[in-house]
């Protein structure tokens, strides 16, 4: 079944199909929101907040229009708002947490000191997302973790595909000059060279 036969199907009162939607979308949404939330050291959040944004999509799914955008955008746009309700909220806040589950595994062959290195390097590279304005964020974590294209991140966004563009162009120089002066102008990480294309 497609997206829109299950809401459908949903919207008939079939309210039990709810969960192949959550099903398919979780494991993104939640990465996502993970992100978003990686610059106010709040992912500890990351859960409740995935599970407050299908809440919310599943309560407005009546209002839900397909011809003004695909499911998956709505529930992006959903879970940004949310994220961003969250850090209002939690503005003050300074929690700490731990990022056990989320780091990459190193290669099997890999050295301790070349894990170690690596592992310096991505977070390296996250700090650098991390520190970059709400909406240069977004768009990079959108465009380079969820792989969406551009008119689905401008939609989400509230911009124009144009605006989205601009948004990336921006993120990436402020990233590549936050790293520059680690890496210099040898290739760098392996996480930074995806942002360069």
């Not at 979780?26 to 992912?43: C, P």
């Not at 998956?72 to 503005?91: G, H």
């Amino acid at each position: 079944m497609t997206d829109s036969q299950l809401i459908r199907e949903i919207k008939d009162g079939n309210v039990e199909l709810y969960s192949e939607l959550m099903r398919r979308y979780q494991r993104k949404i939640m990465a996502f929101i993970f992100h978003m939330l990686k610059s106010a050291k709040l992912e500890l959040l990351a859960e409740d907040l995935c599970s407050e944004t299908f809440y919310k999509a599943y309560r407005s799914l009546h209002s839900f229009r397909e011809m003004d955008a695909s499911f998956s955008t709505w529930l992006y746009t959903i879970a940004r708002n949310t994220v961003l309700s969250e850090l209002r909220k939690q503005k003050s806040a300074n929690v700490s947490l731990d990022e056990a589950g989320y780091e990459p595994a190193a290669p099997m062959e890999a050295t301790p000191e070349q894990s170690l290195l690596r592992n310096e390097r991505v977070d390296m590279v996250r700090d650098a997302i991390n520190n970059l304005p709400e909406k240069q964020r977004s768009a990079l974590i959108l465009r380079e973790y969820e792989q969406l294209d551009y008119q689905e991140i401008a939609s989400i966004l509230g911009q124009t595909v144009s605006s989205v563009k601009s948004l990336l162009f921006r993120a990436r120089a402020s990233v590549k000059s936050q790293l520059e002066p680690y890496f210099g102008n040898s290739p760098a990480s392996e996480p930074f060279e995806r942002m360069n294309t």
